[in-house]
């Protein structure tokens, strides 16, 4: 895998094909290996990068310097965008799509089109008082404790079974399971850093800035908070176009990748 140095930390990537670019941002507790399909499908048409966010798959681990997570990761955005020759695709999951949409408001002029999986802004539920939001709040007070105190296997079970139902960290393969584990410290940054308390915590408003085609994804079978958040964001995005995922939940990109995968094809065929 190709890498880049961002602010002093390499950073790694995968890149493959050619035309214009689209930028792949996957989920916590994943890495850029979570979108190998899509790229092999998309290849022959655009150029795909997908990077390793920090503390994921191989790259350096997040900064310690009281900045929320996305202002690091966004760096890694805002770095592979450089020398683009174009306008750029954003395609982001979950916690990549706190990403997407943020990189797009501070780079308006460079975005073609945003794609968002369930993009995990709690704290626009914070923000509309919405009673969804002890679904999350509940598991990150739960996860915070468990990893303070060094119970990160405890951690990782409430975290992929929060997503996955009952059972599923159970049943991941054990390679998987042990990676998990090892990364779920960093989630515990992902929670400080989608909390409205957060320094530059996104408001609702800023959404109707989006100026930019925008395809927004739901699972049929997420969690209610997940589908809360959505719901905000489909009042708020001005061009949005809404597409459920059937017999799916959260991590639809991985579960169900042919649905999903044709889903994000077909928008961005549309916009080339």
Not at 84 to 99: C, D, K, M, N, Y
Not at 205 to 231: G, N, Q, Y
Request: proline share 6%.
């Amino acid at each position: 895998m190709p890498s880049v140095e961002v602010n002093g930390i390499e950073v790694n990537y995968r890149e493959a094909g050619e035309g214009p670019l689209v930028i792949l941002l996957h989920c916590s507790c994943s890495h850029s290996g979570q979108w190998k399909p899509l790229m092999d499908r998309l290849r022959d048409r655009f150029t795909l990068m997908a990077p390793d966010f920090h503390g994921y798959g191989k790259s350096g681990a997040l900064p310690q310097d009281n900045q929320p997570y996305f202002r690091h990761d966004g760096a890694i955005v805002a770095k592979l965008m450089q020398g683009a020759e174009g306008p750029v695709h954003l395609v982001g999951h979950s916690l990549g799509g706190t990403i997407a949409a943020r990189i797009a408001l501070e780079h308006s002029e460079a975005i073609a089109s945003v794609t968002l999986i369930e993009p995990v802004f709690f704290n626009l539920l914070e923000e509309k008082g919405d009673p969804r939001r002890y679904d999350y709040l509940q598991l990150a007070h739960d996860m915070i404790v468990l990893n303070r105190f060094g119970e990160d296997e405890s951690a990782a079970q409430l975290f992929v079974d929060f997503w996955g139902g009952p059972g599923a960290f159970a049943n991941l393969d054990d390679q998987i399971r042990a990676y998990v584990v090892k990364t779920i410290g960093r989630v515990a940054d992902d929670w400080f850093g989608i909390s409205a308390q957060a320094a530059g915590a996104l408001k609702a408003a800023d959404f109707s800035k989006f100026a930019w085609p925008t395809l927004l994804m739901c699972a049929r079978h997420t969690r209610p908070s997940a589908r809360a958040i959505v719901e905000v964001l489909l009042g708020a995005i001005p061009d949005v176009e809404y597409q459920e995922i059937p017999d799916a939940g959260h991590m639809s990109p991985v579960t169900h990748p042919d649905v999903v995968n044709r889903a994000i094809i077909g928008f961005l065929e549309c916009q080339t």
